[in-house]
């Protein structure tokens, strides 16, 4: 599990989420216990466990709720399938929120499909997604009611000052400070989204078969 999150580090090696070599080697331990107790460990080589909940909920072929207190997941609200998230951080498992594209639009004005982008901008302590200075909730969230995402952002090629004043058909060409910000935006960008096509191995499904023929 050396590279568990690494991905979410930056250039610098900034800290992230690490596993400060405590939980790599109990992983081994707690699968042996599963699967000795015939319940399946569902993984993907590289992957983390957003990864890989991400798959599932794109795959599965009928009505998805991801229990979390994960924000991350956000992004994989689909009130069409649906996929919906039960939010644990504030009412904990007895009381979730009920995260839907309705919710996320009364919490932060925004769409599922917009998530990424909005916590790029704005930042995600808890996963190390530090955000760009001068942005908060509601800026990011006005800038995405303007324009349909950070490409559309960078598109219109404003400098920075007019992001900030959110000015759609402002003139001015695309300064220095702005090309640094794209930078990271692009690498903050890559750590945040949940893959959907994972390779997922169930380990431990032939022993749980096995269990419920009667061996």
Excluded: C
């Excluded at 993907?44 to 207190?69: F, M, N």
């Amino acid at each position: 599990l050396e590279s568990y999150k690494t991905h979410r580090l930056g250039e610098d090696g900034a800290e992230g989420d690490t596993t400060d070599g405590l939980l790599g080697p109990q992983v081994p331990l707690i699968a042996e216990g599963l699967g000795l107790l015939g319940i399946p460990v569902i993984g993907a080589a590289g992957a983390e466990a957003d990864d890989i909940i991400g798959t599932l909920s794109a795959s599965w072929k009928g009505p998805v709720d991801v229990v979390t207190g994960d924000r991350d997941l956000f992004q994989l609200v689909d009130d069409a399938k649906p996929v919906r998230v039960l939010y644990t951080s504030r009412g904990g498992v007895s009381d979730p929120d009920l995260v839907d594209n309705a919710w996320l639009r009364a919490k932060y004005g925004i769409d599922a499909t917009q998530y990424v982008d909005f916590a790029v901008m704005r930042g995600d302590p808890s996963d190390s997604i530090p955000g760009i200075a001068g942005i908060g909730d509601k800026t990011a969230a006005v800038l995405l009611n303007e324009f349909a995402d950070i490409d559309d952002i960078l598109a219109a090629r404003m400098t920075w000052s007019e992001i900030l004043r959110v000015g759609k058909d402002a003139p001015g060409g695309v300064e220095l400070v702005l090309r640094v910000r794209i930078a990271l935006l692009a690498r903050q960008y890559r750590r945040q989204t949940v893959v959907h096509d994972a390779a997922v191995r169930v380990v431990g499904a032939e022993r749980l078969g096995r269990m419920r023929d009667g061996d």
